[in-house]
T-cell receptor, first 109, second 113 residues
Framework: KNEVEQSPQNLTAQEGEFITINCSYS?????LHWLQQHPGGGIVSLFM???GKKKHGRLIATINIQEKHSSLHITASHPRDSAVYIC???????????FGKGTKLSVKP | DADVTQTPRNRITKTGKRIMLECSQT?????MYWYRQDPGLGLRLIYY???????NKGEISDGYSVSRQAQAKFSLSLESAIPNQTALYFC????????????FGPGTRLLVL
């Protein structure tokens, strides 16, 4: 079983829809990261959070430490949000990031 | 200019050849990482370095070696490439003072025939 599990693996939405991507982890962590991988392959960090909630534009990330669960929400989705979203937990046995397999999001106009 | 650069961006090689992938950063970060990404498997850590004199194996280090030539440079070598090393390779950096937000290079697509 992977230490970091994401769901769904694939998600198709219509422009304007509210989107939720989920991440569950089984390791003790000090931080949870959300990353975005563009269709061209580049990876950027969206959020790093250890508690509560963070918001950046239309993106919101939440974490529940007790339940070992995090969610990434996208409000008013747009085709340019189409990408792979990756959850990563920091603080595993090697003290490095442990990555989920990613959620591929496609937003149709 | 990009803060984390990788060369080459694309490489095709043959089984048994030695390959070096290079990573440079201008962010002044202490920590550098090499990952590989395979379809359906996500990112996996190959090697990481917390400073010039500190190099550690990651989850999948077999068949790879690294060199940290300077704080800004971290190279990954495949001593004798094999087809199952065909993958997308990423270098990343992070700053010990700023938590563990990692900054990724653009990636190198490697095809081993």
């Amino acid at each position: 079983k992977n230490e970091v599990e994401q769901s769904p693996q694939n998600l198709t939405a219509q422009e304007g829809e509210f989107i939720t991507i989920n991440c569950s982890y089984s390791v003790g962590i000090s931080a949870l990261h959300w990353l975005q991988q563009h269709p061209g392959g580049g990876i950027v960090s969206l959020f790093m959070l250890s508690s509560g909630k963070k918001k950046h534009g239309r993106l919101i990330a939440t974490i529940n430490i007790q339940e070992k669960h995090s969610s990434l929400h996208i409000t008013a989705s747009h085709p340019r949000d189409s990408a792979v979203y990756i959850c990563a937990a920091y603080g595993g046995s090697q003290g490095n990031l442990i990555f989920g397999k990613g959620t591929k999001l496609s937003v149709k106009p | 200019d990009a803060d984390v650069t990788q060369t080459p961006r694309n490489r095709i090689t043959k089984t048994g050849k030695r390959i070096m992938l290079e990573c440079s950063q201008t962010k002044g970060h202490d920590r550098m990482y090499w990952y590989r990404q395979d379809p359906g498997l996500g990112l996996r850590l190959i090697y990481y370095s917390f400073d010039v004199k500190d190099i550690n194996k990651g989850e999948i280090s077999d068949g790879y070696s690294v060199s940290r030539q300077a704080q800004a440079k971290f190279s990954l070598s495949l001593e004798s490439a094999i087809p199952n090393q065909t993958a997308l390779y990423f270098c990343a950096t992070s700053d010990t003072r700023g938590g563990e937000t990692q900054y990724f290079g653009p990636g190198t697509r490697l095809l081993v025939l």
